[in-house]
């Protein structure tokens, strides 16, 4: 039991990491929202604010809908923070996709950002909704939307 979720684990860690190093959408440019034409029956918001705990927390949070049955396999929201030259993925939320509006909420610990802390102020976020496809015999990420949105870090914890 402990290995598949230690395997389960490495794969959704590793579908994030595939999932933010993926190129922006057509039309999309560092800094400007990118507007992607999601699959039916997809949605995607990134909240305005972004929160900056006392300890170098990150949270990042917002709402998603996913169809009712039209993703099979595992299915995530993942979200990438950018400000400066500093660019990671922040947590994942196992989505439930009932058709249904919900809320996500992203967080790191960041305590292992040695030397590099996130700061109050502008920054980029890019969320994604995702599934581990298991067409290939291997967990591969397939992004069903993604959304990319300017947002305004502040410190403290949001609740």
Not at 6 to 27: D, F, I, K, N, T
Request: glycine share 14%; net charge positive.
């Amino acid at each position: 039991m402990r290995i598949r979720f230690r395997r389960a684990a490495l794969a959704v860690l590793g579908a994030a990491l595939l999932a933010a190093a993926a190129p922006l959408p057509a039309g999309a440019a560092p800094g400007r929202p990118a507007a992607p034409a999601p699959e039916r029956g997809y949605e995607l918001t990134i909240d305005p604010r972004g929160y900056l705990g006392p300890n170098g927390s990150v949270r990042l949070s917002g709402t998603y809908r996913c169809v009712k049955g039209g993703a099979v396999g595992l299915t995530f929201i993942s979200s990438t923070l950018e400000q400066g030259d500093q660019q990671r993925g922040i947590g994942g939320t196992a989505a439930d996709c009932d058709g249904k509006m919900h809320r996500w909420t992203n967080t790191d610990s960041a305590a292992w950002l040695v030397g590099e802390a996130y700061t109050p102020g502008k920054a980029q976020v890019k969320a994604t909704i995702l599934r581990l496809s298991m067409e290939s015999g291997l967990p591969l990420p397939d992004v069903l939307t993604a959304e990319r949105q300017g947002v305004q870090l502040v410190s403290g914890t949001g609740s």
